[in-house]
C-alpha cells in the first residue's frame, strides 16, 4: 500500500466517526465523495491548425478510449481515473454539487480516418493513418470536466442519510474543462501541460445507498458533452467536441 493512500486512509477516519455522529440528524446537510470511473467517447472530428506552417486539416470520426489504470496499491491513488462530488442539500431533497472528472481521453495512433484540409498549404482529402501525421494525441493526465450541478434526490427506501436507505438522484450542469495536453503532430512535440479547455455541460443518474449512518456508496452513469477549443499544439492549435459516457462508483460521507 502506497503511503499516499495510507495518509488518505488516516484523513478519512475521522470524518468518517463524525459523519456516524450526525448522520440522520435534521441539521445533516453536507455530503463528500471520491470514487473511480471509466469512460467510453463517441468518434470525434479533431481539427489541428498551425498557420504558420500552413496546416489546417481535420481527422475525422476519429476513435478515442480512456486509460484506467487500475493499481492504486503501487500508485498514487490520483493516477487512475477519479471522480470528487461535494454537495450541500439546500432543501430537504434539493441539492448543489461540484462535481469533478478525473477522465482521459486518448487519440490511438495506428487506425486510418479520413483527412482533409491543407497540409503545408496543398490542399488534402485523403484516408490515412493517424500515426503518419499525429503521433501522439492524449489527455491522460485529464479531459478533466469541472461542473456545478443542480441535484434532485428521490427516496426509494427508508428516510434518506439512515442505515439501509436507498435513494436515487438526478444531477444535470454545466461548468468547464481544464484538461492537460500531450501531443505530437507532424513529428512536432508540444509543451504540454494544463489549460482551459472550453465549456461543458453534463447529466447524471446515481443510486446511493447507506449500509451504515452517514457512509454511502454511490454507482452513478452520466452523460457529458465538451466543446474543447485551442488546445495547445506546437506552432498552433487543436479543437474537438468530446461526448462521453461516464461509469462512475463512489464512496461518501453524509453528515
Known amino acids: 500500500m502506497t503511503m499516499s493512500l495510507c495518509c488518505a486512509l488516516v484523513l478519512l477516519i475521522p470524518a ?43 481527422l475525422h470520426s476519429a476513435t478515442m478510449h480512456d486509460y484506467k489504470s487500475w493499481d492504486v496499491w503501487n500508485h498514487a491513488i490520483t ?12 432543501r430537504k431533497n434539493t441539492a448543489i454539487e461540484l462535481n469533478f472528472d478525473h477522465a482521459k481521453a486518448i487519440l490511438p495512433n495506428d487506425q486510418n480516418v479520413r483527412l482533409t484540409g491543407t497540409l503545408a498549404g496543398a490542399p488534402a482529402d485523403q484516408v490515412v493513418r493517424v500515426g503518419d501525421f499525429v503521433q501522439t494525441y492524449k489527455l491522460k493526465n485529464g479531459a ?11 427516496p426509494l427506501l427508508g428516510e434518506p442519510g439512515r442505515t439501509g436507505s436507498l435513494a436515487l438522484l438526478g444531477k444535470a450542469g454545466v461548468g468547464f474543462m481544464y484538461p492537460h495536453t500531450e501531443n505530437t503532430v507532424l513529428g512536432r512535440p508540444n509543451q504540454s501541460g494544463f489549460e482551459f479547455g472550453g465549456f461543458g455541460a453534463g447529466i447524471e443518474a446515481a443510486l446511493r445507498v447507506h449500509p451504515y449512518k452517514g457512509l454511502y456508496v454511490d454507482g452513478a452513469q452520466k452523460g457529458f458533452y465538451g466543446r474543447y477549443r485551442n488546445l495547445n499544439v506546437n506552432q498552433g492549435t487543436a479543437s474537438q467536441d468530446l461526448w462521453a459516457h461516464v461509469s462512475i462508483i463512489s464512496l461518501g460521507i453524509a453528515w
Not at 43 to 51: A, G, K, N, S, Y
Not at 144 to 154: C, E, K, P, T
Open 144 to 154: 478533466n470536466f469541472l461542473l456545478l450541478n443542480l441535484v434532485q434526490r428521490i
Open 16 to 58: 468518517v466517526t463524525r459523519a456516524q455522529e450526525t448522520a440522520g440528524k435534521p441539521g445533516a446537510r453536507w455530503y463528500v465523495s471520491w470514487g473511480y470511473n471509466t469512460e467510453n467517447y463517441a468518434d470525434t472530428d479533431i481539427r489541428f491548425e498551425q498557420p504558420s506552417l500552413g496546416n489546417d486539416f481535420t
Open 79 to 90: 493516477i487512475p481515473q477519479y471522480s470528487i462530488r461535494i454537495g450541500r442539500f439546500i
